[in-house]
Each structure stands twice: as structure tokens, then as C-alpha cells.
């Protein structure tokens, strides 16, 4: 079996939570960006990458795109983790189109994406991401609420409050692609 490594980039620790059982599902090692040094890169054959949305970008990315030149020759696996429902067709063509910001076409066709859904709790978010909510929030307000969408009035709804879509379970498409990528180049 070829080398796998999870490397993640988190803020508010939904993201760490996937990494983790994403690891110990492959029985590899995981890492955090900061603590992760590109000339690594060269140990491993895959690389699982996790980072957070905010605000339209994925957390850490830049890690995999000033890389991509050791990376274009590995197998690259990368999950995205948002708040938002990732059942909704809208919502996942938004993050697509915002990696497409950070990662050039090459990359966007190399690297397999997933998208898990993930958390928020007010309490924990900094300066920033909290004004960012309350703008949303007051936004969202006045479209009035007959004009939302359910996740946009969940939004209203649920707003201070402290919420948690993680499922572990969510992993399975991912973790079952890298062990078979895995697999398929050992044969």
C-alpha cells in the first residue's frame, strides 16, 4: 500500500474532527498545515487535504496550490468543510467556483473533491466571522422571511446558537476513494 497522509487546516475544529477520522480510517498519519513541511510531500504517494470555508475560500489551500508541482505527480484528495448543506446542488457549485479562484483548471482536474458539512458555534468565532454572520444575518433579515430559502431561515433561526452537522459517516465516499486509488497504484 502506497503512503497516505491527511494534512488539515482548522479554526474552529470541525474540520480537525474530519481529518481525524479520515486518518484513522486509513491508518495514516495526519498532520496540521502549520506543523506540515512541503518538502515532505516527497514521503508520501496521496495526500488528503482538509480545510474550512470561510467566506468563500477554503482554509489553507494555499498549501496546495504553491505546491502543485511536487503534487501534479501524486494522487490529491481534497475535502472542503462548511456550514453549509452540501445536499443542495447551489451550495456545492459555490465552493467549486470559489477553489476555482485559488486552484488553476490543471489543479481542479487533478485533485478529487468532497465536500462535508460541518458547524458553527457562535460563542467560538473570532471578531471577524462573527461581524461576518451578524452582516449576514441582517442581510437575510431584510428579504423578509418569506423570500428565504429553509437554509437561509435556518440561518435566522439558528443564529447564536451552537450547531454541529459532523457525521463520521460522511467520510466513506472519501476514505473509499483513497484506498482504492491506493490500491490501484500498487498493482
Known amino acids: 500500500m502506497n503512503k497516505i497522509v491527511v494534512i488539515y487546516e482548522s479554526k474552529y475544529g470541525y474540520t480537525k474532527r474530519y481529518a481525524e477520522w479520515t486518518a484513522k480510517a486509513l491508518s ?23 480545510g474550512g470555508l470561510y467566506a468563500g475560500s477554503v482554509s ?5 496550490a504553491d505546491s502543485w508541482r511536487i503534487l501534479s505527480k501524486k494522487k490529491v484528495f481534497l475535502f472542503t468543510c462548511g456550514l453549509a448543506d452540501t445536499n443542495h446542488p447551489d451550495n456545492v ?37 462573527k461581524s461576518m454572520m451578524y452582516m449576514l444575518r441582517r442581510m ?13 431561515r ?8 451552537c450547531i454541529d452537522f459532523t457525521d463520521s459517516k460522511s467520510i466513506q465516499p472519501l476514505t473509499a476513494k483513497v484506498l482504492a486509488a491506493s490500491c490501484n497504484e500498487t498493482q
Open 28 to 50: 495514516c498519519p495526519i498532520f496540521e498545515r502549520k506543523r506540515f513541511h512541503t518538502q515532505d510531500f516527497s514521503k508520501y504517494d496521496i495526500i488528503v487535504y482538509g
Open 60 to 64: 489553507g489551500i494555499k498549501l496546495i
Open 93 to 129: 457549485s459555490n465552493i467549486k467556483k470559489s477553489l476555482s479562484k485559488a486552484l488553476s483548471p490543471e489543479m481542479l482536474s487533478h485533485i478529487e473533491l468532497f465536500h462535508l458539512r460541518g458547524g458553527i458555534d457562535y460563542s467560538k468565532l473570532n471578531f471577524i466571522h
Open 140 to 152: 437575510l433579515l431584510k428579504k423578509g422571511l418569506n423570500n428565504l430559502s429553509a437554509e437561509e
Open 154 to 161: 435556518y440561518i435566522i433561526d439558528t443564529y447564536g446558537s
